[in-house]
């Protein structure tokens, strides 16, 4: 079964300073999707980042960035330039294969991230 | 695009009594629909995953007769919560995915903060 890990429960950073969540995930699979999504405090859930493992390259959008580890099965986000909004919890999530049926995301336990100024 | 809605946003009932939640695809017709639970301050726990005009695939440990899941359309699933106790309380969440590229990309919904006294 795939399991996906976030051993940072809570986490505080400055505006302007640049955090890293770090995940890690157990999976057998060969391609997969991995997800970092953001819980602000009105509780909707935001896609923040996606990344496919079949693609070497790191996902990027605007702040936010990851570092894909495949042989480590390590998946982390940074962000840069930190701001007041970024507070929120931050799950990542896992998606095997298939991916076009209904397959469901495996969700971490989640980060809190404070940002204060 | 790719609005997902629930309603109510929040609901307070007397023990005992069924309460609907509807989760609608605003803008698109959904593959499939997601009902997640989440406690606070912890991850989302997938209940069940419904496909229109089928029955609903619920996971293990969760009670198929207490939480009704009806998946009419396209683009509404509706989870009924019955003779609800107030260890049901809790924020419900739903998505709704569509097909974008090689996957199944999930949306989410607002959320719905159940209350039982």
């Known amino acids: 079964a795939q399991t996906v890990t976030q051993s940072q429960p809570e986490m505080s950073v400055q505006e302007a300073e640049t955090v890293t969540l770090s995940c890690t995930y157990d999976?057998?699979?060969?391609?997969?999707?991995l997800f970092w999504y953001k819980q602000p405090p009105s509780r909707q859930m935001i896609l923040v980042i996606r990344?496919?493992?079949?693609?070497?390259q790191n996902a990027t959008e605007n702040r936010f960035s990851v570092n894909f580890q495949k042989a480590a099965k390590s998946f982390s986000l940074k962000i840069s330039d930190s701001q007041l909004g970024d507070t929120a919890m931050y799950f990542c999530?896992?998606?095997?294969?298939?991916?076009?049926?209904?397959?469901?995301?495996?969700f971490g336990k989640g980060t809190t991230l404070s940002v204060s100024s | 695009g790719a609005v997902v809605s629930q309603h109510p946003s929040r609901v307070i009932c007397k023990s005992g009594t069924s309460v609907k939640i509807e989760c609608r695809s605003l803008?698109?017709?959904?593959?499939?629909m997601f009902w997640y639970r989440q406690f606070p301050k912890q991850s989302l726990m997938l209940m069940a995953t419904s496909n229109e005009g089928s029955k609903a695939t619920y996971e293990q440990g969760v009670e198929k007769d207490k939480f009704l899941i009806n998946h009419a359309s396209l683009t509404l699933s509706t989870l009924t919560v019955t003779s609800a106790h107030p260890e049901d309380s809790s924020f419900y969440i739903c998505?709704?995915?569509?097909?974008?590229?090689?996957?199944?990309?999930?949306?989410f919904g607002p959320g719905t903060r159940l209350t039982v006294l």
């Open positions: 999976t057998s699979e060969s391609n997969y999707y």
């Open positions: 999530a896992f998606m095997k294969p298939p991916f076009q049926a209904g397959t469901a995301l495996i």
């Open positions: 803008d698109f017709q959904a593959t499939t």
């Open positions: 990344q496919e493992a079949y693609k070497q």
């Open positions: 998505s709704a995915s569509r097909l974008a590229g090689r996957y199944n990309e999930q949306f």
